[in-house]
């Protein structure tokens, strides 16, 4: 299962389904652990994807601030990136 949360994450229905499954694991160390290394890698393309970005905005809401400091640095790695793919209505 880990290896499709990326895809569902970035998937319109999937998406629903991985923010809930953060937000159930929040007292699941190990599950969150294990989502959290399934986003890894993936984080800046995530955080730019219409669906991918609530993903993140869960993650960043339910889960411990030692996977919080993940996000920010891989997203600060791609700030340009990610800048770049924003909507230009923001």
Same mark, same amino acid.
């Given at each position: 299962m880990k290896h499709k949360i990326v895809d569902a994450s970035f998937d319109v229905h999937g998406t629903r389904s991985v923010q809930k499954l953060i937000q159930k694991c929040q007292d699941q160390p190990d599950m969150l652990k294990d989502i959290m290394d399934a986003? /890894?890698? !993936?984080?800046?393309?995530?955080?730019?994807?219409? !669906?991918?970005?609530?993903?993140?905005? /869960?993650?960043? !809401?339910f889960m411990p601030e030692e996977y919080k400091v993940d996000v920010y640095e891989e997203v600060v790695k791609s700030c340009v990136e990610v800048g770049l793919a924003a909507p230009p209505d923001l």
């Open positions: 986003l /890894r890698g !993936n984080i800046a393309e995530l955080s730019s994807d219409s !669906n991918g970005n609530h993903v993140i905005q /869960r993650c960043l !809401n």
